[in-house]
């Protein structure tokens, strides 16, 4: 298992939830170091405080976490 990564991209899915100051988005896609790509279905749960987050809590089944390498 890969231990850093070059990047973390989250992408947006419709819809978004939204309470007062809590959020829930999904979707997750992280690039490795190594060239792999780990894709997951995820739940974000977060707490803003203005621009912020305060709290985040991810909800995941952890056997999404198996890298795979990038399509040729």
Same mark, same amino acid.
């Given at each position: 298992?890969?231990?850093? +990564? $070059?990047? &973390? +991209?989250?992408?947006?899915? /419709? =819809? ?5 100051? *809590?959020? &829930? #988005? /999904? #979707?997750? @896609?992280?690039?490795?170091?190594? !060239?792999? &790509? $780990? *894709?997951? @279905?995820?739940?974000?749960? +977060? *707490?803003?405080? !203005? @621009?912020? #987050?305060?709290? @985040? $809590?991810?909800?995941?089944? =952890?056997? +999404? /976490?198996? =890298?795979?390498? =990038?399509?040729?």
């Amino acid at each position: 298992m890969p231990t850093m +990564q $070059t990047s &973390v +991209q989250s992408k947006c899915v /419709r =819809p978004v939830f939204v309470s007062g100051d *809590r959020v &829930v #988005i /999904r #979707i997750f @896609e992280f690039e490795w170091l190594d !060239g792999s &790509v $780990t *894709r997951m @279905e995820a739940l974000a749960s +977060q *707490r803003w405080e !203005g @621009e912020r #987050i305060a709290e @985040e $809590t991810f909800f995941y089944d =952890p056997a +999404q /976490r198996a =890298p795979r390498r =990038p399509a040729a």
